[in-house]
């Protein structure tokens, strides 16, 4: 920690560490229209958010969820891991645990918990 006159300053450096995992897995049961236009995506009802590692993961974890459930891909970066899905909520709150399940069985991952907003 540093001191800038008298106030506190955290500094917090991130870094990649190789690994299987699912990192987020979070379903926004109710989001505000902005963040619909943010994604540029059509408003389904609810999103399902997903970090993955490595990266390239996040491709595999798009086709399952797509064919788990009938979700939209709103978003995939095989770059960042991330993926985003959007659908009805009970669709995307499937097709994230489709993801976390078959990821862990087939491929040894480490599966995050499914949080809601």
Known sequence: MCLTEGK?????????VPGKQVTIAHVIASPVPEVYECL???????????????FETAVIAADIAAKASDVQ??????????VVIAGDVESV????KAVN???KRLLG???AEITRT
Do not use: Q, Y
């Not at 506190?8 to 990649?16: G, L, Y």
């Not at 709150?93 to 994230?96: E, P, V």
């Open 101 to 103: 399940d078959t990821l």
């Open 8 to 16: 506190e300053v955290r500094r917090v450096i991130e870094e990649s």
């Open 73 to 82: 891909i709103g978003f995939l970066d095989r770059f960042t891991g991330s």
């Open 40 to 54: 540029g995506i059509d408003d389904k009802g609810a999103i399902g958010i997903l970090t993955l590692s490595p």
């Open 109 to 111: 991952f480490t599966a």
């Open 93 to 96: 709150g499937t097709a994230l």
